[in-house]
Nanobody, 126 residues
Framework: QVQLVESGGGLVQTGGSLRLTCVAS??????????LGWFRQAPGKEREFVGA????????SYAESVKGRFIISGDNTNNTMSLQMNSLKPEDTAVYYC?????????????????WGLGTQVTVSA
């Protein structure tokens, strides 16, 4: 069973930066295929894809809305995925979720991920 715990959310001004972290446990990422993703959900909106990384290859994919501003990275030594968010905008305000799927393939579809964290709030003030 995979457990995911996010941290690093908070309040930041427009143009600022935040770094989110997702710590995964219950699964040996180096031995089995896995892709980890970040999703976000703003009040009154559906959950949307932010980006994802294929753990074995390190290749990442991003939503157009964050491309060039957000960077996903992974650390094999402690099963940790990070989301570096730069040039933040008020429209980035949302609860950010870490998700995992037991496949090397990256997908932007939330239903493809079987494991989810509880989320961390990111608020960007104008």
């Amino acid at each position: 069973q995979v457990q995911l715990v996010e941290s690093g959310g908070g309040l930041v001004q427009t143009g600022g930066s935040l770094r989110l972290t997702c710590v995964a446990s219950g699964y040996t990422f180096t031995n089995y295929p896995v892709a980890l993703g970040w999703f976000r959900q703003a009040p009154g909106k559906e959950r949307e894809f932010v980006g994802a990384i294929s753990w074995s290859s390190g290749s990442a994919s991003y939503a157009e809305s964050v491309k060039g501003r957000f960077i996903i990275s992974g650390d094999n030594t402690n099963n940790t995925m990070s989301l570096q968010m730069n040039s933040l905008k008020p429209e980035d305000t949302a609860v950010y979720y870490c998700a995992a799927r037991k496949s090397r393939l990256i997908t932007s579809t939330a239903q493809s991920y079987g494991y989810w964290g509880l989320g961390t709030q990111v608020t960007v003030s104008a």
